[in-house]
T-cell receptor, first 117, second 110 residues
Framework: GAVVSQHPSRVICKSGTSVKIECRSLDFQATTMFWYRQFPKQSLMLMATSNEGSKATYEQGVEKDKFLINHASLTLSTLTVTSAHPEDSSFYIC?????????????FGPGTRLTVT | AQSVTQLGSHVSVSEGALVLLRCNYSSSVPPYLFWYVQYPNQGLQLLLKYTTGATLVKGINGFEAEFKKSETSFHLTKPSAHMSDAAEYFCAVGDDKIIFGKGTRLHILP
């Protein structure tokens, strides 16, 4: 079945450095992908919509210069956390709809746990 | 704007007892509704979804949910809880962009 993968699953970085997280759709193309972050014991908060071939759409309150999103191909979106700080430590999850925009079948990646020291 | 409210951040039930997790939604358009389960340190797994048609939706692991438009509710139920059901459950609304509720942690008592 359709699967979304994320890499890495865990990453530890030092404050001030940048970290890139990859989200890949396997066996299907995704013109749109979504990035969420989840703080411990909290819900998923939508950060941005990643659009292949165009700029990402960020939710209110999300710094686009800090969380850089690049939808490089129909199967790959990347989230780069720039100049990471401890408060950026979180669980980052991506998702992709199985069909083009307007569908309701989404698949979620297994998540990436980022720890900034 | 769409939103979801889950009543009860923690629910405890005895093994074998009925599971009921409550979810109310707000949507200006006919909603697509979902229940997801998340096990510790893992991603989300879709339990079931409502889009159109039959209002009683059956999902995996014996769960089901009923869409009640008049009550703007989409409560999740399972007749008999199993220890393996212990997890975090999220109700969600949306189509392209999915908006999640705050989640309910289900505890199963032996």
């Amino acid at each position: 079945g359709a699967v979304v993968s994320q890499h890495p699953s865990r990453v530890i970085c030092k404050s001030g450095t940048s970290v890139k997280i990859e989200c890949r759709s396997l066996d299907f193309q995704a013109t749109t992908m979504f990035w969420y972050r989840q703080f411990p014991k909290q819900s998923l908060m939508l950060m941005a919509t990643s659009n292949e071939g165009s700029k990402a759409t960020y939710e209110q309150g999300v710094e686009k210069d800090k969380f850089l999103i690049n939808h490089a191909s129909l199967t790959l979106s990347t989230l780069t956390v720039t100049s990471a700080h401890p408060e950026d430590s979180s669980f980052y999850i991506c998702s992709a709809p199985l069909s083009p925009a307007g569908t309701y079948e989404q698949y979620f990646g297994p998540g990436t746990r980022l720890t900034v020291t | 704007a769409q939103s979801v409210t889950q009543l009860g951040s923690h629910v405890s039930v005895s093994e074998g007892a009925l599971v009921l997790l409550r979810c109310n939604y707000s949507s200006s358009v006919p909603p697509y509704l979902f229940w997801y389960v998340q096990y510790p340190n893992q991603g989300l797994q879709l339990l079931l979804k409502y889009t159109t048609g039959a209002t009683l939706v059956k999902g995996i692991n014996g769960f089901e949910a009923e869409f009640k438009k008049s009550e703007t509710s989409f409560h999740l139920t399972k007749p008999s809880a199993h220890m393996s059901d212990a997890a975090e459950y999220f109700c969600a609304v949306g189509d392209d962009k999915i908006i999640f509720g705050k989640g309910t942690r289900l505890h199963i008592l032996p």
